[in-house]
């Protein structure tokens, strides 16, 4: 399935400061000037968020979160929940980031929780799912990616607005990207476990996102390739002219 209007998501991962709203400014007035057809959204730390969902008010660019807590509250210093991240001017929220489950071991369980917790504090999900290269290597890439959403995607997300990720570990931060067969065969084994695990309404509609190495250069190629629903993109979206190149590739 061809979607045509995109999701260009930028995933500041632990990169950002006060200094770099002049980036989000940049984005948002480009935006204003030539509107893009596709959304568009940055993830920045969640010490940005607030800042950047306030610079960013009434335009074109989305602001979301990386990660939250599975808990709606408590006793979990250091922790941030999806509520918190709503009320700081977050819409949308990343989980389940590979580096997440190998830095931090978060399962698939673990994080069908925290889309739990997302949904419930009104966030939209983008759940990121990938297989190492080892995993490629030994032909198990799309048995792990299908196991990982059917893990990974709780009941609750039935009627509700959510996307997944696919992002090869190794090609995060790598400069390396799979062939567009290779996405495109992993992207469609994404939507079966989906529509297997969510039915044929809920499953089928969900945009499924390309996350890896995505560069100006590339993403027209990539966003183009079948199942693609839009990008996740780490270190090319921490620039404006970058991730506008992305934008307007898509
Ligand atoms: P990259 O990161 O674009 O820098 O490869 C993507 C991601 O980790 O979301």
Same mark, same amino acid.
């Given at each position: 399935m061809k979607q045509s209007v995109k999701m260009i998501v930028g995933n500041w991962k632990m990169n950002g400061r006060g200094e770099d709203l002049s980036e989000v400014l940049a984005l948002a007035?480009?935006? &204003?000037? +030539?509107?893009?057809?596709?959304?568009?959204?940055?993830?920045?730390?969640? $010490?940005?968020?607030?800042?950047?969902?306030?610079?960013?008010?009434?335009?074109?660019?989305?602001?979301?979160?990386?990660?939250?807590?599975?808990?709606?509250?408590?006793?979990?210093?250091?922790s941030i929940s999806a509520s918190m991240l709503a009320d700081a001017g977050a819409r949308?929220? @990343?989980?389940?980031?590979?580096?997440?489950?190998?830095?931090?071991?978060e399962s698939d369980g673990l994080v069908a929780a925290k889309v739990e917790a997302a949904l419930a504090a009104g966030l939209e999900p983008i759940i990121c799912v990938g297989e190492t290269l080892e995993q490629r290597e030994a032909?198990?890439?799309?048995?792990?990616?299908? &196991? +990982?959403?059917?893990?990974? &995607?709780?009941?609750?997300?039935?009627?509700?607005?959510? &996307?997944?990720?696919?992002?090869?570990?190794?090609? @995060?931060? $790598?400069?390396?990207?799979?062939?567009?067969? +290779?996405?495109?065969?992993?992207?469609?084994?994404v939507r079966a476990a989906l529509i297997e695990r969510l039915g044929v309404n809920d499953g089928g509609a969900a945009p499924i996102l390309y996350g890896g190495s995505v560069k100006p250069g590339n993403a027209a190629e990539i966003l183009s390739a079948d199942e693609v629903g839009g990008a996740l993109v780490g270190g090319a979206s921490l620039k404006a002219e970058d991730f506008l190149g992305i934008i307007r590739a898509g």
């Open positions: 007035s480009a935006l &204003a000037v +030539q509107p893009s057809e596709h959304r568009v959204a940055i993830c920045p730390p969640a $010490t940005l968020i607030e800042r950047l969902a306030r610079a960013a008010v009434g335009g074109a660019v989305e602001i979301g979160g990386q990660d939250c807590h599975e808990a709606p509250g408590g006793a979990f210093t250091g949308l929220v @990343i989980l389940g980031h590979s580096e997440r489950r190998a830095a931090f071991g032909g198990d890439a799309v048995a792990v990616v299908s &196991a +990982q959403v059917k893990g990974s &995607a709780p009941d609750a997300l039935k009627g509700q607005a959510f &996307a997944v990720a696919y992002e090869p570990v190794w090609a @995060i931060g $790598t400069g390396l990207t799979p062939t567009t067969g +290779q996405i495109e065969e992993v992207h469609r084994a």
